[in-house]
C-alpha cells in the first residue's frame, strides 16, 4: 500500500490483539510495526494530505484538526486498554517503515527508559471551575442614594468576588496538594482559557495526575468525595475529573516531526 506512515505511539509488545478492524486518521486500519522489540502503531495516510507543506495547512483548519485529533485520539484510547502506549505527538508522518525504524532505533534507550516508568500506570485529569453565584455577577438590586452610596455597593460586590476566588483557589491548592499525595507524579498545566474551551467559569485548577492502573478505582473515588468539599467550602465551584488516558503529561518530549 502506497502513502506516508502516520505513527500514534510507541509501545512494547501487546499482551492482547488491538481491537477487529480499528481505524484511525482518514479511516485508514491501524497496524503494528515491530522493531529491536518495540511496536509503532502506524497507518497509512495519502501525501497530498500529509506531506510536510499541506500538513502545516491543513493543522490551521479547525475543523480538519479537530477531525484528524479525534482519529487520533482513538487510536490512543484502544492502546490504553491493552498495553502502556507512548503516544507521539498529532500529525508525526514518515516517509516509509524504513523511515519509522530509523525513528525507533535512534530514541530507543529514551523510549524504554520511559516504558520503564510508565508501565501499568494511567493519567488522570482534574479541573476546578470558579463562578461567582448569579447574583453577585448582577448589578446591586438596592437602588443607590447617592453617588457615595453607589461607590460603597461596588466595593461590596468586587469584596464578595475577590473573597469567592480566593477560597476557590485555596481549595484547589489543597485539592492538589491532596491528590499529589496520593498519586505517583503530578503536573501543573496553565489554566484553560474559557474563551477557548467554551467551559464556563475560571479554571483555577488544571491538573494531571500519574496513578497505577490498579489504584485508579481508589483515586476516582478520592476525587468523587472533594464533590462535598465543594459544596461545603462554597456554592459555584466544580470538579472535573476526565480519564483514564494514556500518559501524555508524564511521556516527556517523545515526539517527532514530519519527514519527507
Not at 30 to 48: D, K, N, T, W, Y
Not at 204 to 217: C, I, K, M
Not at 224 to 245: F, I, N, Y
Request: with cysteine; net charge negative; proline share 5%.
Amino acid at each position: 500500500m502506497t502513502g506516508l506512515r502516520y505513527v500514534y505511539a510507541v509501545c512494547r509488545p501487546l499482551g492482547a490483539p488491538l481491537q477487529a478492524e480499528l481505524t484511525g486518521v482518514v479511516g485508514a486500519p491501524a497496524r503494528m510495526l515491530p522493531h529491536h522489540g518495540l511496536i509503532a502503531v502506524v497507518s497509512h495516510v495519502p501525501e497530498r494530505d500529509f506531506a510536510e507543506k499541506p500538513l502545516h495547512a491543513h493543522l490551521e483548519d479547525l475543523d480538519w484538526l479537530s477531525d484528524t485529533a479525534r482519529a487520533h485520539q482513538g487510536v490512543i484510547d484502544a492502546l490504553t486498554v491493552v498495553t502502556t502506549p507512548l503516544p507521539l505527538r498529532l500529525g508525526t508522518v514518515f516517509r516509509d517503515d524504513s523511515g519509522v525504524r530509523v525513528m525507533i532505533e535512534a530514541r530507543e534507550d529514551e523510549f524504554r527508559r520511559t516504558l520503564d516508568r510508565l508501565e501499568g500506570r494511567v493519567e488522570w485529569g482534574v479541573k476546578v471551575y470558579a463562578e461567582p453565584e448569579p447574583e453577585q455577577t448582577e448589578q446591586p438590586a438596592e437602588k443607590a442614594a447617592s453617588g457615595r452610596d453607589y461607590l460603597r455597593q461596588r466595593r461590596r460586590h468586587v469584596r464578595a468576588n475577590e473573597d469567592m476566588w480566593q477560597k476557590a483557589e485555596e481549595f484547589a491548592t489543597r485539592l492538589h496538594e491532596k491528590l499529589s499525595a496520593y498519586a505517583e507524579d503530578s503536573k501543573l498545566h496553565a489554566p484553560q482559557n474559557a474563551a477557548l474551551s467554551g467551559v464556563s467559569g475560571r479554571n483555577v485548577l488544571n491538573a494531571a495526575y500519574l496513578v497505577p492502573r490498579r489504584d485508579s478505582e481508589e483515586f476516582v473515588e478520592l476525587v468523587d468525595r472533594t464533590k462535598d468539599d465543594t459544596r461545603a467550602e462554597a456554592s459555584g465551584m466544580r470538579v472535573e475529573l476526565t480519564g483514564p488516558w494514556a500518559a501524555y503529561s508524564f511521556a516527556g518530549e517523545l515526539t517527532e516531526g514530519a519527514e519527507e
